[in-house]
Nanobody, 115 residues
Framework: QVQLVESGGGLVQPGGSLRLSCAAS????????MGWLRQAPGKEREVVAT???????TYPDSVKGRFTISRDNAKNTVYLQMNSLKPEDTAVYYCNIRDVWGDYWGQGTQVTVSS
């Protein structure tokens, strides 16, 4: 059974940086997408970074140039480096991995950007 465990969230001042990690345990096969999404209070969940099976990374305009998704295949871990954080980046961040067998989610990690 695949489990995703996120870490790295916390409180940071505007302009600061955080790196989120998502460690996958269990057997993944034929990964199609690895990504990060976020959900702020009262808002819908939105995608902030994805890796496709072809190795292409994509970002919405709201985080482009500030967020970077990366992965360590040997550790089955995907990262989200977040720089120049803004108060509007405050949300619960979720890791998502899809393979041929299913769609897996982490428990979420809170990121709060505030002075």
């Amino acid at each position: 059974q695949v489990q995703l465990v996120e870490s790295g969230g916390g409180l940071v001042q505007p302009g600061g940086s955080l790196r989120l990690s998502c460690a996958a345990s269990g057997n993944l096969f034929g990964i199609t997408i690895m990504g990060w999404l976020r959900q702020a209070p009262g808002k819908e969940r939105e995608v902030v970074a994805t890796f496709t099976s072809g190795g292409t990374s994509t970002y919405p305009d709201s985080v482009k140039g500030r967020f970077t998704i990366s992965r360590d295949n040997a550790k089955n871990t995907v990262y989200l480096q977040m720089n120049s954080l803004k108060p509007e980046d405050t949300a619960v961040y979720y890791c998502n991995i899809r393979d041929v067998w299913g769609d897996y989610w982490g428990q979420g990690t809170q990121v709060t950007v505030s002075s």
